[in-house]
């Protein structure tokens, strides 16, 4: 573990030693963009550092509105709502349907937004598909990860295809896909929906793939009218106004940082000569890895990557290379050539 007083960009500054950084989940490289502050500077100046109030309020701000449609325009969706968080966004989700109505299933590596440490989370595909066609007196919810990190369901989702969802709720965490896969950054939504399931609700987070601190649910108007009439909506302080602005007034820029980022990640795939030493999905930024000595002999080369236990000490090691749209040529040469370099047997 390393503490350091500035946030990560492409380089990181540990006792004194620089370091290659391919780590965290600032996928675009917006949060130390100049021009990507300047606009969220703007856009404090205009709308305050922080919004307290419901938005169930008396007065209430048009951008809430306003950024809740150009997201879902974005995604593909008929409607969309945010919250100050992805993990708010999943929780919200969750609590709708913990009823009796419901029947809640849980494929593997489904994050911890989505549930509430009760529900049990399936081992594998064949025991989640036995366990929905058991159950007969209530609805079906299936919640799931779009970006699982094992190579399951982005981009193919093939497992998911396999079950008959005509009767069943899907609901999809996809905070690592929004705003940098799909259409215009749209996500899994487009593709979900032709799945057919009885229902379809997205929910995310806004920082990793759009830099800003907020969460968004994306599903039919019928559905998110429903939520935001809880009373777990109305009690919630929503995303900040000044946040949800620069999503929508730096849309020029999240294009070119895309692009960018697509970039780097066929430069990092054509010059790396041994890919069976990671699993990753086609499109996406992230290699995973188990493999402690890699870490190791990474950090001895001076490159920091992602490397922890997540998300309690007593689950499992998260451990992955992430690009960034920040990185340069430079830096994903000297990564591979690293890489190439490495032999289990050092």
């Known amino acids: 573990m390393f503490t350091i007083d500035e946030f990560p960009d492409r380089t990181i500054v540990i006792n004194g030693k620089e ?3 391919f780590g965290g989940t600032s996928y675009l490289g917006l949060q130390t963009d100049a021009d990507f502050q300047s606009i969220f500077i703007k856009n404090i100046k205009k709308y305050g550092t922080a919004y307290s109030a ?7 701000i048009s951008i809430f509105n306003e950024v809740d449609a150009h997201l879902a325009e974005i995604a593909g969706s008929e409607s969309c709502v945010t919250m100050s968080s992805g993990y708010l966004a999943g929780q919200l989700v969750c609590d709708y349907f913990s009823n009796n109505d419901y029947q809640l299933f849980y494929a593997p590596n489904t994050h911890s937004a989505l549930y509430r440490n009760k529900q049990k989370v399936l ?4 025991e989640l598909e036995n366990a929905i066609k058991t159950n007969t007196n209530k609805i079906p919810v299936l919640f799931l990860d779009s970006i699982d990190f094992n190579g399951d369901n982005y981009p193919d989702y093939t497992f ?3 079950l008959d969802l005509t009767d069943i709720i899907l609901v999809v965490d996809d905070s690592h896909g929004i705003g940098i896969t799909g259409k215009d950054g749209g996500g899994s939504f487009r593709f979900l929906h032709t799945l057919q399931p009885k229902e379809l609700l997205v929910s995310c987070s806004l920082g990793k793939g759009f830099g800003i601190q907020a969460g968004a649910i994306f599903g039919s108007n019928n559905i998110i009218n429903a939520l935001k009439n809880t009373r777990f909506f109305g009690g919630a302080s929503p995303a900040t106004p000044a946040s949800l602005a620069t999503l929508k007034d730096a849309e020029e820029l999240i294009s070119s940082k895309r692009a960018q980022l697509h970039k780097n990640t066929e430069l990092f795939i054509s010059k790396l000569s041994n890919s069976s030493l990671f699993v990753s999905a086609k499109g996406h ?3 995973n890895f188990q ?4 870490a190791n002999y990474l950090e001895d080369n001076g490159i920091i990557v992602t490397y922890f236990k997540y998300p309690t000490e007593n689950d499992s090691l998260m451990s992955r290379i992430v690009l960034s749209a920040y990185h340069t040529e ?15 047997n050092l």
């Open 160 to 162: 998911l295809k396999n």
């Open 330 to 344: 430079t830096d994903i040469f000297k990564l591979c050539t690293i890489l190439n370099s490495y032999s289990p």
């Open 291 to 294: 493999n402690k000595a890699l």
């Open 54 to 60: 419901s938005r169930k309020s008396n007065i209430r």
């Open 123 to 126: 081992e594998n595909w064949i």
């Open 285 to 287: 930024p992230t290699f």
């Open 19 to 21: 370091y290659l950084y």
